[in-house]
């Protein structure tokens, strides 16, 4: 089963920033935080990873809390482009794969 | 270009038969997996392989059948056995080591029996 928790759909302004939650409280301290998303009928793309720290990269920053219990994704500047289902993962660097529901994010325009 | 090449990406069979989903990456990968997914659902793992001639059975390995003969390849065999077989499958690939150990995916094989 899936670690996470993720809303199952939310909705974000085009131009404003999308902040997408997820919940992962029994995330033990070997485990990393991934991101993905999947636009309609396409293969999964990765957009970022962290363990601990916020980390930063061209498509989003990701927000872990202190507690490592919850994160936060950030697209800065959401475009239409942007509208797909965004899977949070939880798992140690060389395990499997197990992806949840996600969050399906439409981008208004 | 490196990549992970899925194909074909629409196969049609009869129900009954067995059919092989092609999955080839030259990313030089050590971890393989296959993923299905169905309309409006999330993927479900079927098969990863962490290594050549090693793998494991996912959430839904019943009805399908792999091999990892060589470290670009991981070919999937959906049975007849297989009682719902139309689905969008997925394959991807990941490295096991250095800083970043994310998967890259093919662009999946929608597969449709009939």
């Known amino acids: 089963d899936a670690k996470t928790t993720q809303p199952t759909s939310m909705d974000c302004a085009e131009g404003r920033a999308a902040n997408l939650p997820c919940n992962h409280s029994?995330?033990?301290?070997?485990?990393?935080v991934y991101w993905y998303r999947q636009i309609h009928s396409q293969g999964p793309q990765y957009i970022i990873h962290?363990?601990?720290n916020n980390e930063t990269n061209e498509m989003a920053s990701l927000i872990i809390t202190e507690d490592r219990k919850s994160s936060t994704l950030i697209l800065p500047h959401a475009t239409l482009r942007d509208t797909a289902v965004y899977y949070c993962?939880?798992?140690?660097?060389?395990?499997?794969?197990?992806f949840g529901k996600g969050t399906r994010l439409h981008i208004l325009p | 270009d490196g990549g992970i090449t899925q194909s074909p990406k629409y196969l049609f069979r009869k129900e009954g038969q067995n059919v092989t989903l092609s999955c080839e990456q030259n990313?030089?990968?050590?971890?393989m997996y296959w993923y299905r997914q169905d309309p409006g659902q999330g993927l479900r793992l079927i098969y990863y392989?962490?290594?050549?001639?090693?793998?494991q059975k996912g959430d839904i390995a019943e009805g399908y059948s792999v091999s990892r003969e060589k470290k670009e390849s991981f070919p999937l065999t959906v049975t007849s056995a297989q009682k719902n077989p139309t689905a969008f499958y997925l394959c991807?690939?990941?490295?096991?080591?250095?800083?970043?150990?994310?998967?890259?995916f093919g662009q999946g094989t929608r597969l449709t029996v009939v």
């Open positions: 962290g363990l601990k």
């Open positions: 392989s962490q290594i050549v001639n090693d793998f």
């Open positions: 993962i939880v798992r140690v660097r060389d395990d499997k794969i197990i």
């Open positions: 029994t995330i033990s301290g070997n485990e990393y």
């Open positions: 990313l030089n990968h050590d971890a």
């Open positions: 991807a690939s990941s490295t096991r080591q250095g800083p970043g150990t994310e998967a890259f």
